[in-house]
């Protein structure tokens, strides 16, 4: 891996989604898996993008009538809801990015960011595997960015839809790797 040319890009990690009904795993193994990865990720000198969902008002997020209600209102979150992790919020050099949907290319400067920087590569983890990082990947892919999966720093609300996107989808866009394999990866560089 050529951390010169690699992202590190971490989805919505952050209070009120972490500590929320995780499968396969916890949302406390997710940031400690993640945080390995930021800080080895910084050692390195890499880029690394914290990416949280974040509102106004709530009149900025998406809202279309759907047949499961979207409680995106942020009158209801609590205060700090979009505060990332203590884990990572002191972690320096970090480009924090800021979205109002699921995925964190479209209404960011993400992909401008990546290729003031040369990055052709961008390895992806966070919550939730099926919603925020199944659809920065798919951007990300259409962006035609070689992407990571790291299957073990990632979650979703259930198992069987980070199964579901890490079986049938990840493999047809980038390659699956656990935290261990990615940290080899860095160390080798």
């Known amino acids: 891996m050529n951390t010169e040319k690699t992202a590190l890009v971490v989805i919505d990690l952050q209070n009120g989604i972490v500590h ?3 499968a ?3 949302g406390e193994q997710i940031v400690q898996n993640a945080s390995k990865l930021v800080n080895a990720f910084a050692e390195k000198g890499a880029f690394v993008v914290l990416v949280r969902v974040s509102s ?3 009149k900025d997020m998406l809202n279309p009538h759907t047949d499961l209600q979207n409680n995106s ?3 209801q979150l609590p205060e700090d809801w979009d505060r990332l992790v203590p ?3 002191n972690v320096q050099n970090t480009h924090v990015i800021s979205k109002r949907q699921w995925g964190a290319f479209y209404g960011t400067d993400l992909d ?3 290729r003031r920087r040369g990055i052709d590569t961008i390895v992806l983890c966070g919550i939730s ?3 925020g990082v199944d659809m920065t990947a798919r951007e990300a892919y259409q962006h035609g960015y070689h992407q990571i999966f790291v299957e073990d720093a990632m979650t979703a609300t259930a198992k069987e839809e980070h199964d579901f996107v890490c079986k049938y989808i990840f493999p047809r866009i980038g390659q699956i790797k656990t935290s261990e394999e990615v940290m080899n990866l860095i160390n080798n560089d």
């Open 73 to 75: 209102n942020s009158a």
């Open 56 to 58: 106004v008002d709530g």
């Open 87 to 89: 884990e990572l919020e």
């Open 129 to 131: 595997t099926s919603i």
């Open 24 to 26: 396969p795993y916890t």
């Open 20 to 22: 929320g009904q995780r």
């Open 112 to 114: 401008l960011q990546l």
